[in-house]
């Protein structure tokens, strides 16, 4: 069912993005960086000083193979996936809320950024690497986390040099003629409301009614490729870059397989982590993967939350109208979980 208007202005505006600092930078981990602390004593550890005064160890753990970067005190600093470029860092922590769509919160001190190139084993010791490191750890720019909720109910708009408004209150898609729901297709560029040439030749034109837009891929893209940088296919086939729906980033998208689709329910949450794309069955066709977001971590109430765009609340949200936007528990979202996919 969609809903046909947005909310009040005086709601909408009662929507919160909160970034709170708090004192201390804690070691604590969602999902697969915690399994790091539990499996330690497995990992080959090697200290190295690289530039600045730091010195820093480099543990190789498995499922899935990376490299875990830690201070002179132990602490995770980093997590890097081979065959991935996300990665977590430790940062300064946050609090990022929706009120208007649930109580939870989620307070982290991850930050999740793209590197220059796919992860591999070794590449610590590359010249360009701590240079890097260091200035990704002092970054305090808008990361995954901070982006993805740029596009929630009551978010600000911002435009750029060009009159291009980039962030603030997305929808979900135009209502369907039928007036029954809000129909799908709408990509970044939509949202954007500008022609867009992708490497692989494919040329869009947005339509007038879909500014403003993004479905549930395109917010993947919206927030990953067109603000965070990642490649973007115009169709979906294999190949470099993201494809344009859910099923294809799933099925051969870049990046690594975290959980692959057993076409059953999923409950591996320990193999996530923040950043992560995860995919569901939510509609009739258990054969294809429907629906995509962007893996969160645990939220204040001990739960696996994520966000997604969807039609209930005409947008992205990290809430719970329409579905509960939780991995864990009996919700039709938690009963769709299939498959995830570290980018």
């Known amino acids: ?13 009662a929507v919160l993005i909160t970034v709170i600092a708090v004192s201390g930078t804690a070691s604590v981990y969602f999902g697969s960086q915690q399994r790091d602390e539990e499996t330690r004593g497995k990992a080959v550890s090697i200290d190295r000083m690289g530039g600045g005064n730091t010195n820093y160890s480099y543990d190789r753990l498995e499922n899935p193979p990376r490299t875990v970067v830690r201070d002179g005190r132990g602490r995770i ?16 922590g946050r609090t990022f809320e929706e009120p208007r769509a649930t109580e939870a919160k989620i307070n982290t001190n991850v930050w999740v950024r793209l590197l220059p190139d796919y992860w591999k084993s070794g590449e610590e010791n590359a010249a360009w690497f701590r240079p890097w490191l260091d200035k990704a750890l002092a970054d305090t720019s808008p990361d995954m986390f901070a982006i993805s909720m740029q596009y929630i109910e009551g978010a600000s708009a911002e435009k750029d040099a060009k009159g291009v408004r980039f962030r603030g209150d997305a929808s979900f898609g135009p209502i369907a003629p039928s007036g029954a729901g809000r129909l799908e297709r709408s990509d970044f560029f939509q949202y954007l409301g500008v022609p ?31 603000r965070m940088g990642y490649p973007m296919r115009g169709v979906n086939t294999r190949g470099p870059g993201l494809p344009r729906r859910a099923y294809a980033i799933a099925e051969f998208g870049p990046g690594v397989s975290i959980i692959p689709n057993r076409k059953q329910r999923n409950t591996s949450y320990d193999l996530l982590q923040p950043g992560d794309l995860i995919f569901f069955e939510v509609e009739d066709d258990e054969d294809q993967l429907d629906h995509t977001g962007i893996y969160l971590g645990i939220d204040s109430e001990g739960h696996h939350r994520f966000i997604s765009s969807r039609e209930r609340i005409n947008g992205p949200t990290m809430g719970d109208t329409g579905g509960a936007s939780l991995l864990d528990g009996n919700g039709k979202y938690a009963q769709g979980f299939r498959a995830a996919r570290r980018i």
């Open 1 to 13: 069912m969609a809903r046909g208007k947005k909310w009040p202005q005086s709601v909408r505006t």
């Open 196 to 226: 867009w040439s992708f490497v692989d030749g494919v040329k869009y034109t947005p339509d007038t009614d879909r500014y403003g837009a993004v479905d549930c891929s395109g917010f993947v893209r919206l927030v990953y490729g067109y």
């Open 77 to 92: 600093v980093a997590t890097l996936t081979d065959g991935a470029r996300s990665v977590a860092l430790t940062g300064k």
